[in-house]
């Protein structure tokens, strides 16, 4: 899981089984995808193969599983599946279904982790985007007793703890972080489910493709022998039997604590559905699908606020520069006093955060105006507009000077004015690829979580030497 690159499968691969829910013979098929395609799915069997992708907004149903739904089309049980893929570093791939579930195999990641490294890796050239957690984040079900929180961390890491009233399954730990293998610690491991639950979740239309097979079936209560055999022939299933730790045919655990280690699987899973990777540490107590999807909306809520327009970067005041004040100078041509940035904090392939701290020193504030110092907003633009000059410079091949000039700004709207002791974050973003030497670009300045003054640019870039 360590890669910073995306990475897809190099040719397809495809295994069958049955469903856990539905009964029905499915067969899955990994395919090579493009980068930032994602995980998608594709119903091959009904009319159009539709696709749908792999995301928590489609979340439609988590009763024993997660179930995506768009319209008519849904795809159930996805969660080993998605775990697998994480699992197996890949990042993009398209997933064809002739049926409508997963199929459940053994019950855990391992069969679907052994077929995509048959597949192996193809690196890509785009780099793997993540959510980084800023901040404490967290799902609470005070009926449930179910909490999911998020803290921040360099690395992805998840902690769950299970507990039910059951004389053998009770309270349980597992943990996963860069040091676990995912294939041999994680991935093996099954599904479980009380003999006690099978007649009702029959009865509502689910399990229809369980066996001991499958899953792990604990007996927590005394049954007689007459009445597992009754259960056994609701699912056409051979008589079985208990050992003597309420585990139905004898079935070996691979770990003392398969059961917390599987729900671990279920919570990576379900939040790959954010669509992005994730650097920060999970703590989930009695997680489940539901649950693990409602805490994955609140990510990708989150998410999405940090790179949504309207919405502040984050500033922190301790971090060391993408570029200082001495390396903007050799960008730009301006000098004190219309040099009016301070510092870059970032930059990616369509978007740059820069500073400019406003203080009581600045030269415009002796006449603008002497008893209530306001920053002009035309010089608000002139500083959101040095900030995009020095990405599209530093966006130039190292063969020359070039210099930024307008060529037009639009829909340049102020919202709050600017005083001394404010600092202004700078977010500009192309709104096209640059062109014969044309950027465009919409620039945002907030001070605080307010937004201050907003616009779009148009620049040429001229070589000077």
């Known amino acids: 899981m360590g890669s910073t690159k995306q990475n897809t499968i190099s040719k397809e691969v495809s295994i069958s089984g049955k469903g856990l829910h539905t009964g029905v013979e499915v067969t899955i098929t990994f395919k090579p995808a493009p980068e930032d395609f994602g995980f998608k799915f594709q119903r091959i069997d009904i009319e159009g193969q539709p696709i749908i992708e792999a995301n928590v907004s489609k979340v439609k149903g988590t009763s024993r599983g997660t179930v995506l739904q768009e319209g008519d089309l849904s795809i159930s049980t996805i969660e080993h599946v998605m775990a697998a893929l994480i699992g197996s570093d890949i990042d993009n791939v398209l997933m064809e279904l ?6 459940i195999l053994d019950g855990s990641a391992t069969p679907f982790m052994k077929l995509l490294k048959t597949a192996g890796l193809q690196a890509q050239e785009a780099e793997r985007e993540y959510f980084e957690i800023k901040k404490k984040i967290v799902y609470r079900n005070e009926e449930t007793g179910s909490e999911i929180i998020a803290y921040p961390d360099d690395d992805f890491s998840v902690d769950v703890m299970i507990s039910y009233d059951s004389a053998v399954l009770h309270n349980q730990y597992a943990t996963f972080n860069s040091s676990t293998n995912f294939e041999t610690e994680i991935a093996p491991c099954r599904t479980f489910v009380f003999v006690r639950e099978l007649e009702t979740l029959l009865k509502n239309n689910l399990v229809k493709g369980g066996d001991v097979d499958n899953a792990i079936v604990i007996m927590d209560q005394p049954m007689s022998n007459d009445e597992l055999n009754r259960i056994a022939d609701l699912f056409n299933q051979k008589h079985i039997e208990v050992n003597n730790i309420g ?131 035309v010089l608000i ?9 020095v990405f599209v410079i530093s966006s130039q091949p190292a063969d020359g000077d070039y210099s930024t000039y307008f060529m037009t700004m639009d829909n340049i709207k102020f919202r709050k004015k600017v005083v ?42 001229a070589k000077t030497k």
């Open 98 to 103: 002739n049926g409508p579930e997963a199929p």
């Open 247 to 377: 585990i139905l045919n004898n079935l070996t655990l691979h770990f003392d604590n398969e059961c917390a280690r599987h729900k671990l699987l279920d919570v990576i899973g379900d939040v790959a559905l954010i669509g992005k990777r994730i650097k920060g540490r999970i703590v989930a107590k009695k997680p489940g699908h539901g649950p693990n999807t409602e805490f994955a909306k609140l990510l990708q809520k989150e998410y999405l606020k940090g790179i949504s327009e309207t919405s502040p970067p984050d500033y922190d005041p301790n971090q060391i520069p993408l570029y200082d004040v001495n390396q903007i100078k050799k960008m730009l041509p301006h000098r004190n006093p219309f040099l009016l940035l301070d510092k870059v904090l970032g930059k990616g392939e369509d978007f740059i955060i820069g500073v400019k701290n406003v203080t009581m020193n600045e030269p415009f504030f002796v006449g603008h105006f002497p008893e209530e110092p306001v920053m002009p907003g």
């Open 381 to 389: 633009i002139e500083a959101m507009a040095q900030c995009g000059g």
């Open 420 to 461: 001394p002791g404010d600092t202004l974050i700078f977010r500009l973003k192309l709104i096209g690829p640059i062109r014969r030497g044309i950027a465009n670009m919409r620039a945002t300045a907030f001070v605080g979580d307010t937004v201050v003054c907003e616009g779009e640019f148009m620049a040429i870039i």
